[in-house]
């Protein structure tokens, strides 16, 4: 629209999720005008990031290193594996900070409709780790969704014979939540898996 380098700005931030174009073309305004700086330095931590932001040998998770540093610290629960569909499930669930145990992150969730299916998925390295470094319980902490919920069943018949118990996160009514507003689907889950 102004020049084509200006364009390409405004395209590429329009790949971030939420970004369209009014809001890209916003955001490249403000780095423009006066706050170069701030995006020169952004430019930089992005660069940093695609290079040398990697996956976890362990859980998948995204980390600066080999190992990440909740699979090194020693004060974890090594006999609890919460397994996820993405790191952003893993950044959710630390921050609520009430879990201590370690995590598995699968990349995603079956999908047949959308071509992926286990082997998409870090599905096998799940059950190998298991079989290599027992637990006592796995969480099965993916999404609602008809593809979350097969693919805790998919991983649960993987692994439930090597592992003491496979349990999966509650569902139901949000805290603060009032009963009339809520859908029927999560209302009768909530009263499914009342404890």
């Known amino acids: 629209m102004l020049t084509e380098k200006f364009d390409n700005l405004v395209k590429q931030l329009r790949v971030l999720p939420g970004v369209g174009q009014k809001t890209a073309q916003r955001m490249a305004l403000h780095l423009l005008n006066g706050r170069r700086g701030q995006g020169s330095a952004l430019a930089q ?3 940093i990031a695609m290079h040398e932001i990697i996956e976890c040998r362990q859980c998948h998770s995204f980390s600066d290193d080999d190992i990440c ?3 090194v610290d ?3 629960d090594d006999s609890v594996l919460c397994v996820v569909e993405t790191a952003a499930d893993v ?6 900070a009430g879990y201590r145990g370690r995590y598995f992150v699968l990349g995603g969730h079956l999908s ?5 299916n286990a082997d998409d998925l870090n599905i096998d390295q799940l059950v190998n780790r298991v079989k290599t470094a ?6 099965l902490a993916t999404s ?3 593809e979350g919920q097969t693919t805790a069943h998919f991983i649960a018949e993987a ?3 090597h592992v003491g118990k496979v349990t999966r996160i509650a569902q139901g009514i949000p805290m603060g939540g009032e009963l009339e507003y809520l859908d029927s689907m999560t209302l009768s889950q909530a009263l499914q898996n009342r404890s």
Request: contains cysteine.
């Open 144 to 146: 609602t969704t008809v």
């Open 45 to 47: 931590a992005l660069d």
């Open 159 to 161: 692994v439930r014979r």
């Open 134 to 139: 027992p637990v006592d319980e796995i969480i």
């Open 74 to 76: 020693p004060r974890r």
């Open 91 to 96: 950044m959710a669930i630390e921050q609520a």
């Open 112 to 116: 047949p409709l959308d071509g992926i």
């Open 69 to 71: 540093p909740i699979c």
